[in-house]
């Protein structure tokens, strides 16, 4: 990593602070004032804060995630958490700190350092981040399986699982997002089909293929629009930022585009190979109920021709019909009721042999 010090043109002096904390709030005001610092701290010599780490849970299924059922479920722990005094990246009122989460390393590994993205202490944006981070993480697990089914060969490109984390031992509400360090250290890439690299045009495929199936999967009710990311460490891609829009407004913060934006994408998007293959419609598998059977031909020969003047026109229906039908002996009948067009005329049908066996037709 380049090691590089950015400072502000403006800054405004601070008292100096009298303990751990007051030295954390100090250097976060001179944070406000645009002080950058690439370098990442002595994580040895740094104190560790309690911190409430909230990780927002996948929906269940496609069809809980477009009902809104279980929206918004999360786990929450508190850890002890190591954040720069100073952000190494700034962006409007975005700020980034090195940050390291002492409790979420893996068995026999140590912590990794990550990205901890503040928005000007606003926890909504924070919340919202995680939960589109979630939804996009699920879809693209769905994405990627139904790919290894169809027996395609694609990118490997993933959507990292976030979390909110709210610092508990500060004087002044401050929260953030942890996100992979390769998110943050760079420019982002941004995925176009005009790059010079063979693996980010693929990529941009791919992502494009991504955002139509999931148009397609959820029918039509929302998708997931991700254009820019970052080569990860293990191999790969890693995306960055994603959307979501959605027919409802009202969720996925204020980046959703709602219906307008869908259009927007449908309209300039190309299909590829992935799209014909990924969403080729299956045929629907034929029942061999023979309940359904004798219904399906029930209905396929009626006709307009009128019986004689004492019979009925009916209609194959559930039993509980039945019992309404007082001048039929339901015994002989499995399910039947009147109707008032088009009637039934074939020897196999329960009720004809019922009204032949008792002279009504």
Known sequence: MDFQWAVAVRLKPVAPAESARGLHDSMHAFAEEGFAVRRQPDWGAMHAERGVVVSY?????????????????????????????????????????????????????????QAFKSFAGALSVCEHKAEL?????????????????TGLKAEQVTVPAVQMVNMIER????????????????EPLCFSADSSSEREREAAAFLEAFTHWTH???????????????????????????????K?????????????????????????????????????????RRSLSRSSKAQSILTHRSLKDSAKAWSPCSPQSVKEVDHIDTGLVDWLSPRAVKPVKCEWVPIWRALKRNRKV
């Open 57 to 113: 849970e996948a929906p269940r299924s496609i069809t809980s995630l477009v009902m809104g059922t279980g929206r918004g479920a999360r786990s929450q722990r508190v850890s002890p958490v190591k954040v720069a005094p100073l952000p190494f990246a700034r962006r409007g009122e975005q700020a980034t700190f090195f940050a390291v989460d002492m409790d979420g390393g893996e068995k026999d590994a140590p912590p990794a350092v």
């Open 133 to 149: 981070y979630a939804t996009a993480s699920f879809l693209m697990s769905s994405f990627q399986q139904k790919v290894l089914t």
């Open 171 to 186: 004087d002044s509400p401050f929260h953030g997002v942890l996100v992979p360090l390769e998110l943050e250290e760079k």
């Open 216 to 246: 397609h999967r959820t029918n039509g009710e929302l998708m997931v629009v991700a254009n820019k990311g970052a080569r990860a460490r293990e191999g790969g891609f890693l995306v960055a930022d994603p959307e979501i829009y959605c």
């Open 248 to 288: 409802d407004l009202r969720r996925f913060g204020p980046t959703n585009k709602g219906t307008e934006g869908m259009n927007g994408f449908l309209k300039s998007h190309v299909c590829s190979h992935l799209c014909d293959r990924l969403m080729a419609e299956q045929p629907q598998k034929r029942e061999r």
